[in-house]
């Protein structure tokens, strides 16, 4: 196969990229990446010797380059966009650009190139949000409704993925995710922002009361999520991705993660909550599981300890990192 990979300098595209090269080392690989805050070089700089690999540094949002990379490749993997909802309260704009201007650009090109095969990376933010207390969970039949300038966005996207689907016949397929976690996720992110605190000696922050329950996925399952749907997923379809969590609070994750590096509750700070911060999410996963074999590798605990020796043992990739995303919040 040939793909093209959109936004690989970011968290997952570049989790993605590692696992595809080591599963698939035949297959070429082609990212395009504007490198926004969230794009880091040093993430991918294992691979960029890789005679497989190509990295173009241009905008989703730019039809002619679109153009001519799509011509190239037989699959789009679709990651590029504005991920940070907190950014998305403060520029809504940009999220607009990108995520919906951007995701159309490319489905045009892969619409006039002969209709190539096009997987959509979304999240389970589009659904808006969950009771606390209850068993509901989200599945591919929920119906949409974003809360957040982000998810609105993301919602946009979606809509024209299946838009694309049903008028053109382009043969697509949509992941919706929950949270991730994992090695190489920027800073400015809930855990890895609290393991990066807690090695540079400071106090966590936590939203409001941090009783807000988030389904968490590892990386690396996500990335063999994808891998299923590409090669067995239905044409047109949806699947819903999460992990291995039992509706953990942001709070208990926190005394997770202060307990296994060592620390108490006196590293934790309370600060002002965001406006429309979503109470709960949780998804339900079956109709991946039965249809595609596919479930996550390891239960939360375990690769939450994984992922705090990995920053730990990686201090150089987040370092500087870390200055740029301390900033971002002390300016919000
Ligand atoms: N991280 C999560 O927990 C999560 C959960 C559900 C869904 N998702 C979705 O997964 C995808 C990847 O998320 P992530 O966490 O890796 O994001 P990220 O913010 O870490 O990376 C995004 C990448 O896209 C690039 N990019 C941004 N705008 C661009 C543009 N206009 N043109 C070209 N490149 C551009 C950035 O430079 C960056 O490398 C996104 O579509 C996101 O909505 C993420």
Redesign the pocket.
């Known amino acids: 196969m040939k793909l093209l990979v ?9 989790n993605f990229i590692r696992y595809w090269l080591e599963k698939y080392p035949s297959d070429q690989i082609i990212t ?9 070089l040093s993430s991918l700089s294992d691979i960029e010797k890789n005679p497989n690999y190509a990295f173009v540094k ?5 039809p002619v380059i679109v153009d001519e990379l799509v011509s190239q490749v037989d699959t789009i993997v ?7 909802v907190d950014r998305s309260v403060k520029d809504p704009l ?1 999220f607009v ?3 919906i201007i ?1 995701t159309q650009t490319l489905l045009e090109a892969a619409k006039k190139h002969g209709n190539k095969r096009f997987h959509h ?5 589009v659904f808006g949000a969950l009771t606390l207390g209850t068993d509901a969970k989200f599945d591919e039949n929920t119906p949409y409704d974003p809360r957040s300038p ?1 998810s609105a966005s ?1 919602a946009g996207s979606d809509h024209l993925v299946r838009a694309y689907f049903h008028t053109f016949g382009l043969p697509i397929t949509i992941t ?6 994992g090695p190489y ?2 800073t400015e ?1 809930f855990i890895p922002r609290m393991i990066t605190n807690l090695l540079q000696g400071e106090k966590v922050k936590i939203y409001g009361d941090g009783l807000y329950v988030r389904d968490w ?1 590892y ?1 690396l399952d ?1 990335c063999s999520a994808i891998d299923a749907v590409l090669k067995k997923g239905k044409i047109g379809d949806t699947y819903t991705v999460g992990g291995l969590t039992k509706d953990y609070s942001n709070l208990d994750i926190t005394m997770m993660i202060l307990k296994m590096m060592g620390k108490d509750e006196s590293s934790i700070e309370y600060v002002t909550d965001r406006p429309g911060h979503d109470r709960r999410y949780a998804v339900n996963w079956s109709k991946i599981n039965k249809e595609l074999d596919w479930s996550p590798s390891a239960d939360f605990d375990f690769r939450l300890q994984e992922t705090i020796t990995w920053y730990n043992s990686n201090q150089s990739w987040w370092k500087d990192m870390k200055i740029t995303s301390e900033n971002f919040y002390k300016n919000k």
């Open positions: 959109t936004g690989g300098a970011g968290f997952i595209g570049s395009l990446d504007s490198l926004t805050y969230a794009g880091h241009g905008d989703i949002t730019d679709h990651f590029a966009a504005e991920s940070h940009v650009k990108t995520n951007g990376i979304s999240t389970d933010e982000y993301k919706n995710c929950s949270n991730n976690f996720q920027d992110k996925l990386v996500h």
